[in-house]
């Protein structure tokens, strides 16, 4: 059963334009929801994150968004760059429970063509 | 700095061998855990620890699947016997609680 869930295994887009990568999830416990990137061979890292008292969170070309009443989150990457070619995992946790127990997606490769 | 360490990086065992996979967290980390990765389920929280102690192994597949962490520097998680099944990459993360985690690169297993 999976909590945390990444419709799309796979995205293209063109170098410069918007990239829009989507996340819904089920256990409306979660309070917190982060991004995190993956290059091949490599480990997760860490992107971006967003409190569930918030709709919205921005750091550079990154951008999350929260629809809590749909249980739908977005990450939105503009302008899109090859660099960012990379599996992206979306993750939940409830940050009121204690822990930092976070729950994964399965991901999304997202792919930055010239 | 060094971050989460994990060996092997690969491992090619046959079936009913025994798979140990170890990890040093990051150096002050006081939570740990460990992921597996698979195409289905993408990243699968196994178990993880908090001061050393287990706190959620529900993850845990089968009681073939062990995990330790005998002191704050030091994990291991253990498979026995193995199963081609069990073929996926294993990520340790640590994490001072309640904040970002920060994953190892990976021990790809491979069970033949």
């Known amino acids: 059963d999976q909590q945390v869930k990444q419709n799309s295994p796979s995205l293209s887009v063109q170098e410069g334009r918007i990239s829009i990568l989507n996340c819904d999830y089920t256990?409306?416990?979660?309070?917190?929801f982060l991004w995190y990137k993956k290059y091949p061979a490599e480990g997760p890292t860490f992107l971006i994150s967003?409190?569930?008292?918030?709709d919205k969170n921005e750091d550079g070309r990154f951008t999350v968004f929260l629809n809590k009443s749909a249980k739908h989150l977005s990450l939105h990457i503009v302008p899109s760059q090859p660099g960012d070619s990379a599996v992206y995992f979306c993750?939940?946790?409830?940050?009121?429970?204690?822990?930092?127990?976070?729950?994964f997606g399965t991901g999304t490769q997202l792919k930055v063509e010239l | 700095d060094a971050g989460v360490i994990q060996s092997p990086r690969h491992e090619v065992t046959e079936m009913g061998q025994e798979v140990t996979l170890r990890c040093k967290p990051i150096?002050?980390?006081?939570?740990l855990f460990w992921y597996r990765q698979t195409m289905m389920r993408g990243l699968e929280l196994l178990i993880y620890?908090?001061?050393?102690?287990?706190?959620?192994d529900s993850g845990m597949p089968e009681d073939r699947f062990s995990a330790k962490m005998p002191n704050a520097s030091f994990s291991t998680l253990k498979i026995q016997p193995s199963e081609p099944r069990d073929s996926a990459v294993y990520f340790c993360?640590?994490?001072?609680?309640?904040?970002?985690?920060?994953f190892g690169e990976g021990s790809w297993l491979t069970v033949v």
């Open positions: 993360a640590s994490s001072l609680v309640e904040s970002t985690i920060y």
């Open positions: 150096s002050g980390h006081n939570s």
């Open positions: 967003i409190s569930s008292i918030k």
């Open positions: 993750a939940a946790t409830t940050i009121t429970g204690g822990g930092n127990k976070l729950t």
């Open positions: 620890f908090n001061n050393n102690v287990p706190i959620d």
């Open positions: 256990n409306s416990m979660f309070d917190y």
